[in-house]
């Protein structure tokens, strides 16, 4: 893993991780499962909601999770890249900018020619290749977190020299102000980049809270019950005010709520770690391939929805939304494995020609070359 020496900005957090033991791993692989799934939930379950006219059970569970399910990724995907800010651009570029642009591309290429005759609308290959030209500036349906992971990753490597109480002060002030340019990767760059920066500057801490939490259950638990009290009540109360549709959406309060989730994910991911059992096992898997699932749930997500809206087999919102989330989620590992030992692999795994720099023995399978969001 390297060497364990470890610089600090002067009166600031660590922004050099120190190797995380196995057992910290496994918390946050535990972590990315609760959070990739509560990604393709939320999709899954309005979606479907949408197509059959209705609500159903898990409605409530993606509004509880609305203010944490996306910062707790971000500051998961910031977790480690304090490792790689001081190597040259040309490994740095390998690792965090052209490892994301090569699944980008790809499949927004996929999604693309899924939806051919949507996007052309019977203009022909100039409008798809026009659309393939826009989505280089404007990240594309569900993979913009992708596109943000890499813009964050060279956005934190410009500006590791600024002072860490300036630079996480601007990060704050961009996501609380109410930017709306309509483009769509400054809008959520403005929105959050404060969880990846979070977790870049306190990897040390956040890694303590899950000490914490696995040393200490019951305050961990304790701790847990009271943050669920807040962020349902925050969450499911109207505020009163126009484009703040819950209390939970309104400025500073969102992002107080989004980081407070965040490390309230850590503290259950330590947890359930600690806990063990069928269930974590499960998680972990997910998470490790966390990837994986968020580049290629939309198709069987959208086969699903459709077969159960025209067919009726499922009449019922709620277990129709969790059947459509179950496919989508558990297709693309499927498809993951059977693909791992065919030319097909190149879905899921980065070629050598598409890397810059030899790539390390541990990143040829999914975990290591996208399963993971560390990319380090």
């Known amino acids: 893993m390297g060497s364990t020496r470890r610089r600090r900005q002067p009166g600031g957090p660590d922004v050099r991780p120190s190797p995380a033991a196995p057992s910290r791993l496994a918390w946050v692989d535990v972590a990315k499962?609760?959070?990739?799934?509560?990604?393709?939930?939320?999709h899954a379950t309005l979606g479907t909601g949408e197509a059959m006219g209705g609500e159903g059970f898990l409605h409530p569970v993606v509004a509880f999770a609305k203010p944490f399910r996306?910062?707790?990724?971000?500051?998961?995907s910031g977790l480690f890249v304090g490792r790689v800010l001081d190597r040259d651009w040309r490994l740095f570029a390998d690792r965090r900018v052209v490892h994301f642009a090569y699944f980008y591309g790809l499949w927004t290429l996929i999604q693309s020619a899924a939806k051919y005759g949507q996007i052309t609308a019977g203009a022909g290959p100039g409008a798809f290749l026009l659309?393939?030209?826009?989505?280089?500036?404007?990240p594309y349906s569900t993979l913009w977190f992708i596109y943000l992971l890499a813009l964050f990753s060279v956005a934190t490597k410009l500006l590791r020299r600024v002072p860490w109480p300036v630079l996480l002060g601007a990060a704050a002030a961009l996501e609380i102000l109410p930017i709306e340019t309509g483009w769509l990767a400054v809008d959520e760059f403005c929105a959050r980049y404060v969880?990846?920066?979070?977790?870049?500057l306190f990897a040390e801490r956040i890694f303590a809270l899950a000490d914490f939490a696995r040393r200490r259950p019951a305050p961990a638990l304790a701790g847990l019950a009271a943050w669920a009290l807040l962020d349902g009540v925050l969450a499911f109360t109207p505020s009163g005010l126009?484009?703040?549709?819950?209390?939970?959406?309104l400025p500073v309060v969102g992002l107080l709520l989004g980081a407070a989730g965040a490390l309230a994910i850590v503290a259950a991911a330590a947890l359930l770690t600690r806990a063990g059992g069928p269930v974590t096992a499960a998680l972990r898997h997910c998470g490790e391939r966390s990837i994986v699932i968020y580049l290629a749930f939309f198709l069987p997500m959208a086969a699903t929805r459709i077969l159960i809206a025209r067919t009726g087999v499922i009449a019922d919102v709620g277990l129709a939304s969790l059947a459509v989330t179950v496919?989508?989620?558990?297709v693309p590992l499927l498809i993951a494995r059977a693909v791992r030992h065919t030319p097909l692999r190149v879905l899921f795994v980065r070629p050598r020609a598409f890397?810059?720099?030899p790539d390390r023995p541990e990143a040829d399978g999914p975990a290591g070359a996208i399963g993971s969001l560390r990319g380090a």
């Open 33 to 42: 499962g609760i959070c990739i799934l509560l990604v393709v939930m939320m």
């Open 242 to 249: 126009a484009g703040h549709p819950t209390l939970a959406s």
């Open 131 to 138: 659309h393939l030209a826009h989505a280089l500036v404007e």
């Open 355 to 357: 890397r810059i720099v």
């Open 327 to 330: 496919a989508a989620a558990s």
């Open 70 to 76: 996306i910062p707790d990724f971000f500051l998961l």
């Open 195 to 200: 969880y990846f920066l979070g977790g870049a």
